[in-house]
T-cell receptor, first 112, second 113 residues
Framework: AQSVTQPDIHITVSEGASLELRCNYS??????LFWYVQSPGQGLQLLLK??????LVQGIKGFEAEFKRSQSSFNLRKPSVHWSDAAEYFC??????????FGTGTQLKVEL | NAGVTQTPKFQVLKTGQSMTLQCAQD?????MYWYRQDPGMGLRLIYY???????DKGEVPNGYNVSRLNKREFSLRLESAAPSQTSVYFC????????????FGPGTRLTVL
């Protein structure tokens, strides 16, 4: 069965600092991987996705993520965080079918 | 395009009452989903519909029923609400393959007293 682990429940960074959110997945073959962001009181918005090709993928809002098969990881990064990035971030995996398995989320706080 | 819409946005029920959450999408997607979100547990799949006329159970289907009314609409029904069903409910839709990602509605915040 597929699963996703987001080891950090809460992360606090200063505005302008770099950010890395961790995601580890478990799946037997090449997975489809996603990062979503959820602002307070809102639905989830797709930031980026990986399913083949270049292991470094670019997304919206200046985010990127790198797929590392050897580490079963798909960490999300941003070089310089803005106060508006404060939100909850979810990593998700699927094997190519339509059913996504989500991690439990990482709450990002940005200090001004 | 409105994307995925959900009604209502908020609802308070008493234990034992019933209600239906409505979801519609205008992206011509085949697949639709219902999730619940609880603190510290991420999103858990309740039911999904891979295409019009089909529905399947997800991870937490007990206490819920669904109807795929047509390609656009997918409703979730609570026949006899329980306090354990207090949650935020999200509807989502997706294109034909897993690689397209899912698109989410704004959610319904349900409280069962």
């Amino acid at each position: 069965a597929q699963s996703v682990t987001q080891p950090d429940i809460h992360i606090t960074v200063s505005e302008g600092a770099s950010l890395e959110l961790r995601c580890n997945y478990s799946y037997g073959a090449t997975p489809y991987l996603f990062w979503y962001v959820q602002s307070p009181g809102q639905g989830l918005q797709l930031l980026l996705k990986y399913f083949s090709g270049d292991t470094l993928v670019q997304g919206i809002k200046g985010f990127e993520a790198e797929f590392k098969r050897s580490q079963s990881s798909f960490n999300l990064r941003k070089p310089s965080v803005h106060w508006s990035d404060a939100a909850e971030y979810f990593c998700a995996v699927t094997g190519g079918g339509n059913k996504l398995t989500f991690g439990t989320g990482t709450q990002l706080k940005v200090e001004l | 395009n409105a994307g995925v819409t959900q009604t209502p946005k908020f609802q308070v029920l008493k234990t034992g009452q019933s209600m239906t959450l409505q979801c519609a999408q205008d992206m011509n997607h085949n697949s639709m989903y219902w999730y619940r979100q609880d603190p510290g547990m991420g999103l858990r799949l309740i039911y999904y519909s891979a295409s019009e006329g089909t529905t399947d159970k997800g991870e937490v289907p007990n206490g819920y029923n669904v109807s795929r009314l047509n390609k656009r609409e997918f409703s979730l029904r609570l026949e006899s609400a329980a306090p354990s069903q207090t949650s935020v409910y999200f509807c989502a839709s997706s294109g034909p393959s897993g690689g397209s990602g899912q698109f989410f509605g704004p959610g319904t915040r349900l409280t069962v007293l």
